[in-house]
């Protein structure tokens, strides 16, 4: 079952923006696609268009490619809706 958790944030103001923004694009890539618009951008985002016949590859098996490249480059990275 669900339950009702707390995330605490600490940091300077864009710090903690950041890190709620981050927080919840992780949450809302487990329910489908992540929406992005003008202001999610804060210095610190790269969007490249992924050709729809590259998305398995880039994804991987279960998400393994795309983890592997997260960890490897300290980010983090989903596919969005812009």
């Known amino acids: 079952f669900e339950r009702d958790l707390i995330l605490e944030l600490r940091g300077s103001k864009l710090q903690r923006r950041r890190a ?7 949450m809302a890539q487990r329910t489908g ?23 398995g590859f880039v994804t991987g ?6 983890r592997t490249i997260e960890e490897e480059w300290c980010t983090l990275m989903f596919f969005c809706e812009v």
């Open 20 to 26: 709620k923004k981050y927080c919840e694009g992780v």
């Open 61 to 66: 098996r279960a998400g393994n490619f795309l």
């Open 33 to 55: 696609p992540v929406s992005v618009t003008e202001d999610y951008d804060d210095g610190d985002l790269t969007m490249l268009q992924v050709p729809q016949e590259a998305v």
